[in-house]
């Protein structure tokens, strides 16, 4: 048996504190408000401390009850995305993906309509996230893009996606004619991204140039990064699989293409349980997943 209190108490206490009444909370679930209070109490009682204080006509979260909404409600998402998932046709299959924030934004998430037009069969369900997570552990997942250095896990098989081209990007409204590319980023406003482990520095010393020593915009994620440089704010040193939509629209463009050196660095790092890697939704996933890198790599 689970050490855990019945689930007609987590019932009630989720639904008097999702609404933050109990009488809404009683309508909610054909209760009267005498049963919804007795639960309440009854599941304080178990923990020994109160997850509410009662006032007149209305009822507030303590700080025990707050952190025990925030991760009650994450469990009652999944157990409701599983009563889904059993209630679809029998062929139908869901695949639960992580990725991380910017590749999710920028580019698989333009993808994936390609991939249910192809493959009407399998649902998605996408979460992003910057952490790294476990699929020994988390077996709601499927399929984990993330990141950085990946930590090796026994039962768990991670393959690279493949190297991406790190290269100053910047609005075409920021070329001046008859100014070379590197005397022209000189003269730029750089952007750091701060989670790039591909820095300003790096790329100056590759190209031995000088970097110029004045203050720089940061932002926490590859996508703003772009974002800014879009804009117009200025040079951005980021992933051209990042930047594929403004790359091909001519919102951005590569300065000093063909002039200096790029930098070609494996940055995203596709993670599965080894026991399910003949399992029908995830085999699919991932061979149109680089099939998608093999064909943007071959433009």
């Not at 003269?187 to 720089?216: C, E, G, H």
């Not at 995830?282 to 433009?299: C, G, H, P, T």
Request: proline fraction near 5%.
């Amino acid at each position: 048996m689970r050490n855990i209190p019945h689930f007609t108490l987590l019932r009630a206490f989720e639904s008097a504190a999702r609404l933050k009444s109990f009488t809404l909370a009683a309508q909610e679930l054909h209760l009267t408000q005498s049963a919804i209070s007795h639960q309440v109490r009854k599941l304080e009682d178990y923990f020994g401390c109160a997850l509410f204080i009662r006032r007149n006509r209305r009822v507030e979260l303590t700080l025990e009850g707050q952190r025990f909404l925030e991760s009650l409600s994450r469990i009652f998402d999944v157990i409701e995305a599983a009563c889904a998932e059993v209630s679809l046709a029998p062929k139908a299959q869901v695949l639960a993906l992580y990725c991380a924030p910017s590749l999710a934004v920028k580019w698989l998430g333009p993808k994936l309509p390609q991939f249910m037009k192809a493959y009407p069969d399998i649902t998605i369900r996408l979460t992003t996230g910057s952490e790294q997570v476990d699929l020994v552990r988390m077996r709601e997942l499927d399929i984990s893009i993330c990141y950085g250095t990946i930590i090796e896990r026994a039962g768990i098989v991670n393959e690279p996606l493949g190297t991406e081209r790190n290269v100053p990007l910047c609005s075409p409204s920021l070329v001046e004619p008859g100014i070379d590319a590197a005397t022209l980023i000189k003269k730029l406003i750089l952007i750091d991204s701060q989670l790039n482990n591909v820095t300003w520095a790096s790329w100056f010393t590759l190209n031995n140039l000088r970097l110029p020593a004045r203050p720089r915009p940061s932002f926490d994620r590859a996508a703003m990064s772009l974002s800014a440089a879009t804009d117009g704010m200025g040079v951005a040193l980021e992933s051209t699989r990042l930047a594929e939509r403004e790359l091909a629209r001519g919102d951005l463009i590569e300065l000093g293409k063909d002039v200096f050196k790029e930098i070609d660095v494996v940055t995203h790092t596709v993670s599965w349980r080894a026991d399910e890697s003949q399992v029908p939704k995830i085999r699919i996933f991932k061979d149109w997943l680089y099939q998608q890198v093999n064909v943007a790599s071959e433009r």
